[in-house]
């Protein structure tokens, strides 16, 4: 693949579309509520604890939150973490999102998604499903059904939206004061050492699996390219005055996502994207949010889309330390650490494996690592090329 030297040229104008944004509103317009008047809870369901959440009566949780009577619950969405299903009463429609509550997993996907989007509301970001109600109890919550439907093509205008979103946060971490309170994003990256740290964690768990296909990539291929990828990362970074090992300050930290795209999207009417999916939300460096935009498996950028996107970030965190560099640095690092993560899977079928499916689905994964471990050595040299 050829990586245009166009992504380190940076424009001097805004070509994107912020999503609607009012900074002063100190709540968004009212709306009918669909919360009971009586505030019942009815016993949580059993198939809604910590070892079984999967699958749940959705209707049993829905008429924790709506008086109405609730005509259909059909799931529409779900995987490892969260279920989702549409909500149908005789006047309204609602998507119901159930956590999943993993007991080896301390993140609370539910509180923080929960705290996100009420800030995100109250200080009137447009683009994100509004929020009804929430119930930590059944770990599930109440939002607004979105009519619209998954961007599979992604065009300028959905890049110049995810664009505008970006600024709206930024947004709103100066105006709220409550954005303190919110806590580091998952897997949060505040330095350089530390994307390197945590591909090193993720590769020795992979380096005892007993599968030979996979030990075979790791020791032929990815630990060689990591070791001269880190070392030419440090070397980029002493010759660019930026301290590899130095946490970057709150003042250049932005709010992020986390786990940002279009896979966690949907498209209503002809060009409004909105933006889903708020479960590993917190302070990030923005380095790493442009990377993973970029990176995201789940995700099918051309060459052109990813140098607008990169372009347009570069401008937008213009103020931000010597962010073009510590990107072009980082960029590599994060494609190496995406190779760890697609290789996730192997820890969870180690050994044996005697379904063929599983072993067909582990050699995908297997492929999509080695086709980022190459994305990876072209970042490298598009920005020796460029820089």
Known sequence: MIWKKSFWKVTSRKTWKPCIFRPNIAACPETPSPLTATGRTSPMPSSLRADNIFPVDAKVIASNFLDDEIIAATAVRGGGNNQIFKIETGSATYALKCYRQDLNDPRDRFATEIHAVKLLQQLGVACIPRFYAGKDKLNAALFEWIDGRPITHPTKIHIDNAIGFIEDLQNAKIESQNSAGIAAASEACFSIQEIVSQTETRLTKLSVTADPELNCFLTRDFEPAFKEITDWSKQKAFSSSIDYSREIRWEEQILSPSDFGFHNALLRKKSEVIFLDFEYFG?????????????????????????????????????????????????????????????????????????????????????????????????????????
């Open 283 to 387: 302070w990030d460096d923005p380095t790493k949010m442009t990377a993973d935009f970029v990176l995201h498996p789940g995700m099918t950028l051309s060459d052109q889309l990813i140098a607008h996107f990169i372009r347009c970030a570069t401008e937008l965190f213009a103020d931000s330390m010597n962010f073009k560099n510590r990107l072009g640095i980082a960029l590599p690092l994060y494609g190496l650490r995406w190779c760890m993560i697609l290789l996730n899977e192997y820890l969870r079928n180690d050994g044996e494996i005697a379904d063929e499916e599983k072993k067909e689905h582990l050699v995908i994964q297997l492929d999509k690592a080695r086709a980022m471990l190459q994305k990876s050595v072209g970042f490298r040299l598009e920005y020796d090329d460029g820089s």
